[in-house]
């Protein structure tokens, strides 16, 4: 969740993420800076994609629902971020941080209230498929809109995240267990984000496709049981 200024269930990837920990670590202590170095770009063959992932990425590539943009899924359930070029070529995926409340659809009414006043419960990532595009927030800062209406964006961890939440370090860990900390933005690595999103987002945005926590994966993204029919009654 992120202050606007007006209108403008997979297996989890442990090996994975602990690779980049590792990673993200190492280059930490040589430069003193965390996750703000640069790094490599983790390609979708490095490692497979949660079966959930894996099922909407071959229907978005099946259909072309992406309309010729590029776009990202993120899997809440392994807190990790898959991203995708236009053609639907992977080009990377990260370790995310998402909202601290497990749950799929925003509060009503949430994007209008300041941070201060919004609850617990409320500070979710809400689930479905948003074309995203850039746009200016609080402090005039650039973040990649997800879903406006409820002050939904993508963005580096915040230069004023409190020290107490330990965004940084729950981003390294190895597990996706601690990685609900947000009011609903998804936070990415910092180099991740200017090197491999802002250039493919930055002119005509793209589609963010996020995953459900406990909804049923059909009724969040209904393109997914039509594909599933032509398949059944295939020869």
Known sequence: MIPRIGPSS???????RAAHATT???????GGVALSVAVPAWAAESAPLPVA??????????SRDNASLPYIIVDKKSASLFLF???GKPLGNVPVLIGIAVGDEAT????????????????????????????????RQSVLWVDYANSVALHP???????????????????????RITFGCINVPTAFYGKSVRPLFRKKGG????????????????GLLARRSVEEQAP
Do not use: H
Request: glycine share 8%; charged share 25%; net charge positive.
């Open 53 to 62: 992932a894996a099922r909407v990425a071959d229907w978005i590539a099946a």
């Open 24 to 30: 993200y670590v190492l280059l930490a202590l040589a």
């Open 108 to 139: 009503p009414g949430v994007g209008s209230k300041s941070l201060a006043k919004i609850g617990p419960a409320e500070k979710t990532t809400p689930a479905g498929r948003f074309l995203a595009r850039y746009g200016l927030a609080a402090g």
């Open 85 to 87: 070029d236009a053609k």
């Open 157 to 179: 961890i915040p230069k004023d995240a409190g020290v107490k939440e330990r965004r940084r370090q729950r981003m390294l860990s190895p597990t996706s267990d601690d990685n």
């Open 10 to 16: 997979g297996p989890k990837l442990v090996s994975l």
């Open 207 to 222: 589609y963010v496709y996020v995953l459900p926590d406990i909804k049923p994966i059909e009724v969040v993204f209904p």
